[in-house]
Nanobody, 112 residues
């Protein structure tokens, strides 16, 4: 079974940083583009960032560009999202998405 398990969320003050991780299993991870999505309370799912199979090309939503960095380690079947300069509007459940599967999310709360 395809499994994608996000972790690393928590409560952080505005301006702070968090690093999310996503552990993948059940498929050939290095064959797939991986994305981070998020869903804020009461809102729809929003695409945040994607990284190509080899990690050579990344893309970001305008709302996070310059603050978030996506990376991956194909040897460990892991993808990461480094989030800096966090804002209250970044509060959401964050999910990783690959191979047509969205995994378990991790909650990020940005609040003073």
């Amino acid at each position: 079974d395809v499994q994608l398990q996000a972790s690393g969320g928590g409560l952080v003050q505005p301006g702070g940083s968090l690093r999310l991780s996503c552990a993948a299993s059940g498929f050939t991870f290095s064959d797939y583009l991986v994305s981070w999505l998020r869903q804020a309370p009461g809102k729809g799912v929003e695409w945040v960032s994607s990284i190509r199979r080899d990690g050579d090309i990344t893309s970001y939503a305008d709302s996070v560009k310059g603050r978030f960095t996506i990376s991956r380690d194909n040897a460990k079947n892991m993808v990461y999202l480094q989030m800096n300069s966090l804002k209250p509007e970044d509060t959401a459940v964050y999910y990783c998405f690959a191979n047509s599967n969205r995994g378990q999310g991790t909650l990020v709360t940005v609040s003073s």
